[in-house]
């Protein structure tokens, strides 16, 4: 059988932080290791935009 070139993770999503988030309601950036959840400006949602939409 083939071997896994990669562990097993949660989440397949995840390369090496620290990530850039944006929030979406105020555009505010922030670099994370791990979602931060929240603006910490206005609490707004904050989205991963340091991962490529496409490769
Ligand atoms: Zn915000």
Redesign the pocket.
Known sequence: MSEDKTPPKDDPYEDEPPHTYE?L??G?RIKADRQPGE?P????EMRNISKPSER
């Open positions: 929030c309601n105020c505010n603006c400006e206005c609490g707004g």
